[in-house]
Each structure stands twice: as structure tokens, then as C-alpha cells.
T-cell receptor, first 112, second 114 residues
Framework: KQEVTQIPAALSVPEGENLVLNCSFT??????LQWFRQDPGKGLTSLLL?????REQTSGRLNASLDKSSGRSTLYIAASQPGDSATYLC???????????FGSGTKLNVKP | DVKVTQSSRYLVKRTGEKVFLECVQD?????MFWYRQDPGLGLRLIYF???????EKGDIPEGYSVSREKKERFSLILESASTNQTSMYLC?????????????FGEGSWLTVV
């Protein structure tokens, strides 16, 4: 069974810092990988989707990379802002695209 | 804009009650999902449906059932609520096909069973 791990579970940084969130998965036979943002008490919002044939995706200050062979993905956030404070989750989609496996998330706090 | 709507945001129910959680999507998606989210455990799939009247068990289906009578609506049913079902429940939908699906979530339903 696919297992998805996110380290660290929590991260606190000063505003303006560049930071990296990590996601690892045990089975490299994935179809895609997504990064989500979750604000307290809310649902998940998709940030970036990387297909298994791609190496990275960018949206604004966010850049996500994927290394299937090593079972890793990173989410890079440039010039962090207090509004970036949230929990970030990664999820892998399998060839059976009805299945998505989620990590437990990294709770980010950006201090003003 | 894409929308998944969960009708109840906060519910408090008694042990043994039958509980219905409703979810509606307006994107004509084939796939719909129910997850529960607990601290430290991430999201765990309860059930999903890939078409009207079709359903498959996820990783933790015990104590739950689902209903999908119309394409846009997917209901989660707790036949006899128990305190260990206190959780945040998230509904989601995604389109069929291998075109690089993203999955869209509702705002969540917080259920407390007392």
C-alpha cells in the first residue's frame, strides 16, 4: 500500500524567508502528485499538480518538483508571507485515478 | 467556478443516532469521494463512487455507508453514530479520464458524537 510522509510536521519561519516542504512516497508507480493548502477548519485547495512525466510545476511564488525514482517531491515557497500560514498536504494519484493517498501535512507558520 | 458543497458544516449528534452528510458538486464530475481527517492521521478514504449508483469501499468503510442516486449528489451515512466517528468529514469530486485529474474538495463537515 502506498504510504505518503511529510516532514516536518510543523515549521515556523520569519516573513521573507524561502522555504522547502518535503513529501515522500513509498511506491514510485504514481500517476500524478498534487500539493494542497488547507486553512484551519476548511477544505483543501489544490495548488499544483505534477504529472508523473513532469519534473516540476510553478505557480507564482510556488515551485513543486517531483523525483519519482527516489519517491520524493518538494514544495518551494519563495519570499514567504504571513498569508502563507496554513497546512500544506501532498497527495499521490495512482494509475487507478480513483485513488489518492495523502500525507498528514506540514503546518506552516510565517511570522510577521 | 468549481464548487463542492457540503450542506452541514457543524453537527452534534448522540451515540446511536443515524447521521446523514450530504455533498453536492456542480461540475458534472463522475468521481466523488468521502474522506475523514483526523490529527496526525491525514485524510483517509471512506468510500468513493465513480458513477451513479456505483460505489467502492475505501480504506476505512466500517460503520459507514453511502448513496449516490444522482450524479451531482453523494451522501455519507452513519447508521449508528459512535464517539470514535467524531471527526472532520471531507467530500471531494474529480473528473473521469486520465487527463491529469485534480480533485476538488468541499469545506468539510465537523461531526461531534456525544
Amino acid at each position: 500500500k502506498q504510504e505518503v510522509t511529510q516532514i516536518p510536521a510543523a515549521l515556523s519561519v520569519p516573513e521573507g524567508e524561502n522555504l522547502v516542504l518535503n513529501c515522500s512516497f513509498t511506491d514510485s508507480a504514481i500517476y500524478n502528485l498534487q500539493w494542497f493548502r488547507q486553512d484551519p477548519g476548511k477544505g483543501l485547495t489544490s495548488l499544483l499538480l505534477i504529472q508523473s512525466s513532469q519534473r516540476e510545476q510553478t505557480s507564482g511564488r510556488l515551485n513543486a518538483s517531483l523525483d519519482k525514482s527516489s519517491g520524493r517531491s518538494t514544495l518551494y515557497i519563495a519570499a514567504s508571507q504571513p498569508g502563507d500560514s496554513a497546512t500544506y498536504l501532498c497527495a499521490v494519484g495512482l494509475w487507478n485515478f480513483n485513488k489518492f493517498y495523502f500525507g498528514s501535512g506540514t503546518k506552516l507558520n510565517v511570522k510577521p | 467556478d468549481v464548487k463542492v458543497t457540503q450542506s452541514s458544516r457543524y453537527l452534534v449528534k448522540r451515540t446511536g443516532e443515524k447521521v446523514f452528510l450530504e455533498c453536492v458538486q456542480d461540475m458534472d464530475h463522475e468521481n466523488m469521494f468521502w474522506y475523514r481527517q483526523d490529527p496526525g492521521l491525514g485524510l483517509r478514504l471512506i468510500y468513493f463512487s465513480y458513477d451513479v449508483k456505483m460505489k467502492e469501499k475505501g480504506d476505512i468503510p466500517e460503520g459507514y455507508s453511502v448513496s449516490r442516486e444522482k450524479k451531482e449528489r453523494f451522501s455519507l451515512i452513519l447508521e449508528s453514530a459512535s464517539t470514535n466517528q467524531t471527526s472532520m468529514y471531507l467530500c471531494a469530486s474529480s473528473p473521469a479520464g486520465r487527463s491529469g485529474n485534480t480533485i476538488y474538495f468541499g469545506e468539510g463537515s465537523w461531526l461531534t458524537v456525544v
